[in-house]
């Protein structure tokens, strides 16, 4: 089946700080990946998505590349701000067959930026 | 343009009472519609999903049930609450693009 794994949190940073949270996956197909971000007390957003290998999804000065060598697709932002504290799920879906769309997440990491 | 709103925001429910919560989805035909469940301090769990109007498909075991009466509505009951029930619930719709549109969620704590 499918999975996905993110790295532990909580993950704690200073205002402009490099972030990189890495998620890889397992897949039996051939599966698109998101990042979705989920801000204190609300439902989940989806921030990025790629479809395809060597794919970047970029939003709000987050970027991830699809790596299929690899199975990462790993969240990177140059320089965090305060706003950017949220929990941050990794994800992916196949399309076609019995998937029916179905989204598989990793655990979440929570990121806390300080100012 | 597609939204989906889903209700109540929060919810205290004894142990041992039913449930409801409801989520509809406007501005779309014939959606995927999906129940998740995020428990306090873990990730999100996929609870049913519905390719069309009582066509319901569950993924784990568990007290709950859900059905779709309607093709943009999408009910999550219980009989009885268990405390385990506990947690966050997310409705969320896919169309023939790619991705999910969530909901904002209900905080469910059963005492």
């Known amino acids: 089946g499918n999975s996905v794994t993110q790295m532990e949190g909580p993950v704690t940073l200073s205002e402009e700080a490099f972030l990189t949270i890495n998620c890889t996956y397992t897949a039996t197909g051939y599966p698109s990946l998101f990042w979705y971000v989920q801000y204190p007390g609300e439902g989940l957003q989806l921030l990025l998505k790629?479809?395809?290998?060597?794919d970047k999804g970029s939003n709000k000065g987050f970027e991830a590349t699809y790596r299929k060598e690899t199975t990462s697709f790993h969240l990177e932002k140059g320089s965090v701000q305060v706003s950017d504290s949220a929990v941050y799920f990794c994800a992916l879906t196949e399309i076609g067959g019995t998937s029916y769309g179905k989204l598989t997440f990793g655990q979440g990491t929570i990121l806390t930026v300080h100012p | 343009s597609q939204t989906i709103h889903q209700w109540p925001a929060t919810l205290v429910q004894p142990v041992g009472s039913p449930l409801s919560l409801e989520c509809t989805v406007e501005?779309?035909?014939?959606?995927?519609l999906y129940w998740y469940r995020q428990a306090a301090g873990r990730g999100l769990q996929l609870l049913f999903y519905?390719?069309?109007?009582?066509?319901i498909s569950s993924e784990v075991p568990q007290n709950l049930s859900a059905s779709r009466p309607q093709d943009r509505q999408f009910i999550l009951s219980s009989k009885k609450l268990l405390l385990s029930d506990s947690g966050f619930y997310l409705c969320?719709?896919?169309?023939?693009?790619?991705?999910?549109?969530f909901g904002s969620g209900t905080r469910l704590t059963v005492v």
């Open positions: 790629a479809t395809k290998a060597d």
């Open positions: 501005g779309t035909s014939n959606p995927n």
């Open positions: 519905s390719i069309g109007i009582d066509q």
């Open positions: 969320a719709w896919a169309g023939t693009g790619i991705g999910y549109t």
